[in-house]
């Protein structure tokens, strides 16, 4: 295929991924203070109780103007295909002090990741009084792009470095993570300029760089012992899936065994449109892991 026919399809796609009313969730419940701090929570639309929960990270770079808004078709999908789900907000990029750019900032040291570990720490309160028919015990967490580099670390959290004030002291009670053309590998990201050099927006240049990325890199956080799957788009242009090849051949190194499906003719915004067949293929990689 041309550079032009895949931007073309890209372009469609997008749209099409965009083009769906935002579904409004059953329940909202904050998990802090910040505006930002809060969790939507879809019920399964056939009403079955001891439904698995699928906790959903969504993308957009890290930057401020893309929100869970977004996603919450894709939310609604997995409700209607059964499962209980919890679309998490957090706090995104801005323009702080330490993080001044030309263009729009991604992500906040060290707000967002305060928010992932503090909405899944909150989590299982948060579902008794939302959702209490849901099970628990049976979470699954799922990440498209940026939140795919988030779904992966809030599963990771007991393998930090220690001191971090995220690290937790045993692997939290997660039945697997299914990551969405994650950001999953920041030296692979970087070297293809993923975003327009999001990661390093995220993390700070140079010295910052290096003293965060142990705490933050999915490459850098292996093995996790925690059942990992990942979905990705061949065509991909906004995630090349060399960042998944590079993050799954990281795994292996560590001894760990990743699930990569990589999906023909598919791009960045299929995975999570529920009217792509390929949003038919990541629910299924999440009821694998959650039944």
């Known amino acids: 295929m041309s550079d032009s026919a895949a931007r ?8 099409s991924a965009f083009s769906h009313p935002a579904v409004a969730p059953d329940a909202s419940a904050a998990y802090g203070d910040h505006p930002d ?12 109780a ?10 957009g770079a890290w930057r401020g103007p893309y929100d869970r808004r977004h996603v ?27 993080q001044r750019g030309s263009g729009p900032v991604a992500g906040r040291w060290p707000e967002t990741f305060d928010d992932v570990a503090a909405a899944m ?15 628990a015990r049976r979470i699954v967490v799922t990440g498209h ?52 050099g999001a990661v390093g927006q995220l993390l700070g240049r140079e010295a910052d760089f290096a003293a965060r990325s142990p705490y933050a890199d999915p490459a850098a956080l292996l093995p996790t012992g925690i059942a990992t799957a990942v979905v990705q788009g061949r065509t991909d242009l906004t995630v090349p899936h060399a960042v998944a090849e590079a993050f799954v ?15 023909e003719e598919v791009g960045h915004f299929p995975l999570i449109d529920p009217a792509a067949d390929a949003c038919a ?3 299924e990689e999440i009821a694998q892991l959650a039944w």
């Open 121 to 135: 720490d909150a989590l299982p309160g948060l579902l008794a009084v939302a959702l209490p028919d849901s099970d």
């Open 8 to 15: 073309d399809r890209d372009a469609v796609e997008t749209e």
């Open 249 to 263: 051949d990281a795994a292996a190194k560590a001894g760990e065994t990743v699930g990569l499906t990589l999906l």
């Open 50 to 59: 001891g439904a698995p929960v699928v906790v959903v990270l969504h993308g």
């Open 145 to 196: 792009s940026a939140g795919g580099q988030l779904a992966l670390w809030a599963a990771a959290r007991h393998v930090l470095p220690q001191g971090s004030p995220w690290r937790l002291a045993a692997a939290p009670p997660l039945r697997g993570v299914v990551a969405l053309a994650p950001i999953a590998d920041f030296a692979t990201a970087v070297e293809l300029d993923v975003c327009s």
């Open 37 to 48: 701090q809060v969790i939507d929570f879809y019920a399964p639309r056939d009403g079955r």
């Open 281 to 283: 293929v990541v629910a």
């Open 72 to 98: 919450t078709p894709f939310a609604d999908f997995l409700a209607r295909r059964g499962f209980a789900v919890a679309n998490v907000e957090y706090r995104r990029g801005s323009e702080l002090p330490q």
